[in-house]
């Protein structure tokens, strides 16, 4: 029993350090801290098993864990979170409109004019056309649409 506690005793030092980190990744979000956190808590546990570690061993145990997870994470979890996303144009309504067919609504003179696109309406670079030309959206240049005359008009 005496043998437990002290093996409880051992690690706390390591679970309170776990703690802190963890909240410190709260408050500055980054997902580094984080990282070294489970290290830390990974220790906790590993003085559960081996409770008569030196301090020296504990600390290059610690410094590989925690280089072990951080690549772990960067190398694995990392890319496969930047890979989830359902939904990638979401916030570049430009992009969204490639391969649209919208209609010109002031002229496209000297390759410059606009288009309604929905309730808005967009600049425009292309071939010269009048009002109410159908035209097809090929590209995007910052918040200049890229168009072509649509041969399907």
Request: neutral net charge.
């Amino acid at each position: 029993m005496d043998a437990t506690i002290s093996n409880l005793l051992a690690s706390y030092g390591w679970w309170l350090l776990a703690l802190l980190l963890i909240a410190a990744e709260l408050v500055a979000p980054g997902y580094f801290l984080l990282w070294i956190g489970l290290a830390a808590a990974i220790m906790g546990m590993v003085m559960l098993v081996f409770p008569g570690l030196s301090f020296l061993a504990q600390a290059i145990l610690f410094a590989l864990l925690a280089v072990g997870v951080c690549f772990v994470y960067w190398k694995y979890i990392r890319p496969a979170a930047e890979l989830r996303d359902d939904q990638p144009l979401l916030n570049r309504k430009g992009d969204r409109m490639i391969g649209r067919r919208v209609l010109v609504v002031d002229a496209i003179t000297n390759g410059r004019g606009k288009v309604k696109v929905g309730d808005s309406v967009w600049m425009v670079e292309g071939s010269d056309c009048p009002v109410d030309t159908a035209v097809r959206v090929i590209a995007v240049n910052g918040t200049t649409l890229q168009v072509v005359i649509d041969p399907q008009s």
